[in-house]
């Protein structure tokens, strides 16, 4: 009755981002109820592995209690306080000095936000801030690649590059530009190595930039790993290359981190897994293992030096959010981050991912996998109509869906991302549940390919 009336008054009130609105109000919700590590629970008690730790964010699980006593504790003590003008709290200093400390690269400072869409933001702002402290204030232009995700706010979304997010929203803004996926299996030439691929969209970048004019290109944003795109690692010497181009032509180099930051990628940080020199970070998810809402951007002393100086000039630096460095959310943060290095978890994640990596690895041979691609704990498998040809299944099929939604009645969350079903379980799963993952994701493949098969769906399984 609870739970019903739940569902009803969903659909009544409450509107769901990522979501077909139409298709909502007739299937309605699935509502979660209580978490155990990396189990969540419905509310009619089904449990799942949460293979996704949410939307890649709840790394420790779904019922670390150190970090509830971590937020209790600051709630009792400070629950709120502003950083504007001079003002600050000690969470918020020590979780900005840890993070300096853990940086990949040597950064200066840290500035606080409560979303990824909001650190990106602040970055985008950040460079065309630098450049109007150097007295070039026409260099503005910002690239992204297509199927990358920066987030939804307007700056973000146009920096992201999935038509879904611009279309009908009036965006992309002018000024954003998007190169290629890095993506060999899709994106590369009958033939081409990964190297020769990576050359070519350095010199496709390259000539953007030239034909933009070096002198109105400000930064490029790259995740190591992308995520939303439906995990695609790049290229071997894909960063090596493309930040040559992006030192000739003076363009900053920002780091999305918001997914791979603190043991997403097997290591602390993504930009140590593919060995980047980031002028800027930007980090949010597991940060607090998502347990409370905080992003933080890192930066580098030269783009510090620059905001230092235009804040003294125009007598503020303009730039700020309410709940930015929340001294709750900065204390789980501190929290969260001395238990990913207390209980060695990232190396665990290291390890359990390549379990999963290798378990999905066996699953190639299966009629449905195209290719199964991956780093650490985010793993994505491609699904095709043809093996040989790459074809994908026509979208109508919807066949990804149809594989995460067999794989949800199997008690297994997965998340299709284009022709992808993409794993990223909290970083503290174990072998047994990595093991039960893979074998109710096997069985929902076997049930989808019967499903597909049964309808009169064909199949090109020659290898
Ligand atoms: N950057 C990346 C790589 C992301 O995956 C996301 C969200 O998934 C964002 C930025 C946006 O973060 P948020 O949803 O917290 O605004």
């Not at 991302?417 to 109710?440: E, S």
């Amino acid at each position: 009755m609870t739970s019903n009336s739940l569902r009803v008054r969903d659909v009544a009130y409450h509107i769901h981002p990522q979501t077909n609105l139409a298709l909502h109000e007739q299937v309605g919700p699935t509502v979660m109820a209580r978490g155990e590590g990396a189990y969540v629970y419905d509310d009619d008690g089904r449990q799942y592995i949460e293979g996704m730790a949410g939307l890649w964010c709840a790394a420790l699980g779904l019922s670390e209690t150190r970090l509830a006593r971590a937020a209790q504790k600051q709630f009792e003590t400070l629950p709120y306080y502003q950083n504007f003008a001079h003002r600050s709290t000690g969470p918020a200093v020590d979780l900005a000095e840890r993070l300096i400390q853990l940086a990949p690269v040597p950064m200066s400072k840290v500035l606080f936000q409560s979303s990824g869409s909001e650190a990106n933001d602040t970055a985008i702002k950040l460079a065309w801030y630098y450049f109007h402290a150097l007295g070039r204030p026409e260099k503005r232009k910002i690239i992204g690649r297509r199927r990358a995700y920066h987030g939804t706010s307007i700056a973000t979304a146009s920096l992201t590059g999935l038509p879904h997010l611009h279309r009908d929203f009036n965006l992309p803004l002018d000024g954003f530009l998007h190169v290629s996926c890095p993506h060999h299996y899709r994106e590369a030439r009958p033939g081409e190595t990964e190297e020769a691929f990576a050359t070519r969209l350095a010199e496709e970048l390259e000539a953007l930039i030239l034909a933009e004019g070096p002198e109105t290109v400000a930064a490029f944003f790259a995740e190591p790993v992308m995520g939303t795109g439906g995990v695609v690692v790049p290229p071997a010497t894909y960063f090596a290359k493309v930040q040559e181009v992006l030192r000739r032509h003076d363009v900053l180099l920002v780091v999305d981190e918001v997914i791979t930051g603190f043991g997403r990628t097997g290591a602390w940080w993504g930009t140590q897994s593919l060995d980047i020199q980031p002028d800027m970070i930007t980090c949010a998810k597991a940060l607090t293992a998502a347990y409370m809402p905080l992003s933080a951007l890192l930066v580098s002393d030269r783009i510090y030096a620059a905001m230092r100086e235009q804040s003294a000039k125009i007598g503020v630096f303009g730039h700020g959010y309410t709940y930015g460095a929340h001294p709750v959310a900065c204390a789980v943060a501190l929290e969260a981050l001395r238990i990913y290095e207390e209980d060695g978890l990232i190396d665990h994640a290291a390890r359990v991912g390549a379990r999963l990596g290798a378990g999905l690895r066996r699953l190639s041979d299966h009629p449905l996998v195209g290719e199964v691609r991956g780093i650490g704990l985010m793993w994505g498998v491609e699904l095709v109509r043809s093996k040989r040809s790459r074809q994908p299944f026509p979208a109508n099929r919807k066949m990804p869906a149809d594989v995460q939604q067999r794989a949800f009645e199997n008690g297994l969350v997965v998340r299709a991302l284009g022709d992808a079903v993409v794993f990223a379980p909290p970083l503290i799963i174990d072998d047994a549940q990595v093991d039960a993952a893979l074998d109710r994701f096997h069985a929902a493949l076997d049930g989808s390919l019967a499903a597909y098969l049964a309808g009169g769906g064909e199949l090109d399984a020659a290898a």
